[in-house]
């Protein structure tokens, strides 16, 4: 049986990822698009000439033309697309952030408990080759008993400034924080003045400490003046003296230490671009999507609960600071 997916927005991380992702996976079939812009939405039409076009989501959702949403629009629409998307017993991939508010977020989790588990949230990230690597590490028990460690995050300005902007990114680190390391108990917020006079910009750095007794360091800007679309780096620890590392999403390396010898293993793949999608995680993200839909995983992960958890992370960081 193949799967037939909708879009509803189609903007460029939907048009540079999640469309290629999903044209290699030959469990799918794209079947229709929505965006309210119709001189964008007929540019679609000459490289999907099979797919129908819809300006209204709730008209997409009730057409009877797809099994699963992707559902990348607004985050001010996020849940209420979701939800018609539930109405109508769809799968659905949501793209983060899901909601502004976790208020928001808990109240759509009670309301559709029955059905949430319909629910994949896209934080691509987990699905990284080097976080990848990191979780098999994990399961395994090479990496265990996890101490702390630390996550780097180098960016240019949000798309929104302000609050709005860093939420964009940020809670992607938010969610692997939470994964990786366990749910945060205590969150010291330091934030630093704005970068370059620009309000759009801003350096935040956090001490967090979690449930399972790990340190975490995190440190994020969105300024422009780093000169790169984007850079990161995520550190782990555990009480072992074994160490793992993610730079740059495509470059990971384990240090452990065995017999009072200290072992390093790379794993690399080969240099990768922006919206490179087999090293940025949408091609993994969309056959895992694949899986929950054809009953081959249990649950979706990331989850809407995920999601929530990673949200009460980016409100603990902000609560001590008055963002307009």
């Known amino acids: 049986m193949v799967i037939r997916i909708g879009f509803i927005g189609s903007g460029v991380v939907t048009q540079k990822a999640h ?13 229709a698009f929505c965006r309210r812009d119709t001189n964008k939405l007929k540019d679609l039409q000459s490289q999907f000439p099979h797919a129908k076009l819809f300006s209204d989501a709730k008209a997409l959702i009730n057409s009877g033309e797809i099994d699963c949403a992707l559902i990348a629009a607004d985050v001010d629409v996020h849940l209420s697309l979701a939800q018609m998307a539930l109405g109508k017993e769809l799968f659905v991939l949501l793209e983060k952030p899901v909601d502004s508010s976790s208020e928001n977020i808990r109240k ?14 896209a ?16 399961k395994s028990g090479e990496l265990s008993d996890l101490i ?6 180098l960016t240019q300005h949000g798309r929104k400034p302000g609050k709005a ?6 809670i992607h680190y938010c969610d692997l924080i939470n994964w990786i390391f366990g749910t945060p108990v205590e969150v010291k917020p330091i934030f630093s003045k704005a970068l370059n006079d620009d309000q759009k910009s801003e350096t935040i750095a956090s001490s967090i400490l979690t449930e399972k007794g790990c340190a975490v360091n995190f440190f994020y800007s969105s300024s422009s003046s780093w000169k790169l679309p984007v850079h990161e780096r995520i550190q782990v620890l555990d009480s072992k003296n074994s160490s793992f590392y ?18 390093n293993m790379i794993f690399e793949e080969s240099n990768s671009i922006f919206f490179r999608n087999s090293s940025f995680g949408y091609e993994a993200q969309i056959s895992a999507f694949a899986d929950l839909i054809e ?16 949200h009460l992370l980016f409100e603990k960081i902000f609560e001590h600071e008055d963002y307009s």
């Open 19 to 31: 469309v290629p992702a999903v044209i290699k996976n030959p469990r799918f079939r794209i079947t």
């Open 108 to 121: 759509f989790i009670e309301k559709n408990h029955d059905k949430v588990d319909k629910i994949m949230v």
């Open 123 to 138: 934080f691509n990230k987990r699905f990284y080759p080097g976080i990848v690597k990191l979780d098999e590490l994990r």
């Open 148 to 153: 702390g460690g630390s996550l780097t995050f």
């Open 165 to 170: 902007g860093i939420l964009q990114n940020m």
């Open 246 to 263: 993610v730079e740059n999403a495509d470059k990971a390396v384990f240090t452990k230490v065995a017999k009072d010898e200290v072992k």
């Open 295 to 310: 009953g081959k995983a249990s649950k979706p992960s990331p989850s809407m609960h995920d999601a929530l958890e990673a």
